[in-house]
């Protein structure tokens, strides 16, 4: 076994004005502990949020602050590769490819177009919806990534990245390393604060129950003291009886770094309304600070502009050398 960095991957859309809590403590906490250990790179996946009905001021807008709240968290540009993923011509001629390589009967299998497009009728749903995972192929491929960090709603894509990365490797010579799915186990999944039914969302129908990084403290404490919960008193973890006191608790011991029990024991005997107040504390303290590094970023341009630069440069690198080597494995000719 080597000690040689693993390569890892991953992405988010910005597909709301804020990130909401779950993107934090499911994808994004992890990301900053993995910077450091792995050769990381992490994209804000631009093309793929052109999959729902996007206005393009927003969209500018929405890209921008993405990058703002991934540095504000805790990503450094010097020991990641952070970029946008429309800044790399790459994606898009890797996708198109996974596309050919890619059954009509397979890509139908896949569980989130069909919840995505029911949810949304044929006539609204675009033919980008039903290609997007040849598209994480290719964004997963193109850095030769060993390992995908991503939630448990993503492992079919990425079983589909890995069986299209073999094949292509069968017929044409080993070109891209096959990818571990890495389900982050320490990721915790948040609920919808106004159904803890319903995993906490940015394009949520309802913002009632979500809690976005961005949102004014007070915002987000009234948020959490009107969550929805049982008509017990008892602040304990059971999620099939208490799944909105389980969220709220997984919530506080995820940023307060307290276990699980030590907050049960905390709050034995005192009500939900205590409870609830201690919760609002520690997610407005946590992310006051990154709120205020947000805007900051946000005015200064320079800055911004020079991280994408950066970004888009040590990605291209990798992207590029990845495109004329499937290039040439499938017989397109250079150009002279
Ligand atoms: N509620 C959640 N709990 C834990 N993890 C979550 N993630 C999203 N919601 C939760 C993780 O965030 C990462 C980035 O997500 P994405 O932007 O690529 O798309 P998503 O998973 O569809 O996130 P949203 O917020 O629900 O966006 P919309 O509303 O646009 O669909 C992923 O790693 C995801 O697992």
Redesign the pocket.
């Known amino acids: 076994m080597t000690n040689s960095p693993k390569r890892v991957l991953?992405?988010?859309?910005p597909?709301?004005d804020s990130f909401?809590l779950?993107?934090y403590?499911?994808?994004v906490k992890n990301w900053v502990s993995m910077q450091d250990e792995n050769d990381a790179f992490y994209c804000v996946?631009d093309l793929h949020s052109l999959t729902v009905d996007s206005d393009p001021k927003l969209l500018r807008k929405r890209t921008l602050t993405s990058i703002a709240q991934l540095l504000a968290l805790g990503l450094d540009p010097n020991r990641c590769t952070l970029f946008v993923q429309s800044h790399v011509a790459a994606h898009n001629q890797l996708g198109w490819i996974m596309e050919c390589m890619t059954g009509f009967g397979e890509a139908s299998r896949m569980t989130q177009f069909k919840d995505k497009s029911s949810k949304n009728g044929a006539d609204r749903t675009v033919v980008g919806l039903f290609t997007y995972p040849m598209l994480m192929a290719a964004d997963i491929l193109l850095y030769q990534s060993d390992y995908v960090p991503?939630?448990e709603?993503?492992r079919q894509h990425v079983e589909l990245t890995r069986d299209l990365a073999g094949r292509f490797n069968s017929k044409y010579g080993m070109t891209f390393i096959v990818p571990e799915p890495y389900i982050m186990k320490e990721?915790?999944?948040?609920y919808d604060l106004a159904d803890p039914t319903s995993?906490?969302?940015?394009?949520s129908s309802s913002p009632a129950g979500v809690i976005e990084l961005l949102d004014a403290p007070e915002v987000n404490a009234k948020k959490i003291k009107s969550a929805v919960t049982d008509t017990g008193r008892e602040v304990i973890f059971d999620e099939k009886n208490k799944a909105g006191i389980s969220n709220l608790l997984t919530i506080h011991s995820a940023l307060s770094g307290k276990t699980i029990s030590e907050l049960e024991n905390e709050f034995s005997g005192k009500g939900y309304g205590d409870f609830k107040g201690a919760v609002a504390e520690v997610v407005v303290e946590y992310f006051r600070p990154v709120r205020d590094t947000v805007q900051e970023l946000l005015a200064d341009t320079t800055y911004l502009n020079s991280v994408l630069k950066l970004g888009a440069d040590k990605a291209a690198a990798v992207a590029d050398k990845t495109i004329a080597a499937t290039y040439e494995a499938l017989g397109l000719i250079a150009r002279g």
Not at 10 to 13: E, F, K, P, V
Not at 187 to 190: C, F, L, P, S, V
Not at 199 to 203: A, R
């Open positions: 991953s992405g988010i859309q597909t709301g909401q779950g993107n403590l499911g994808a996946v991503v939630g709603d993503q990721g915790a999944k948040i995993k906490m969302s940015k394009s």
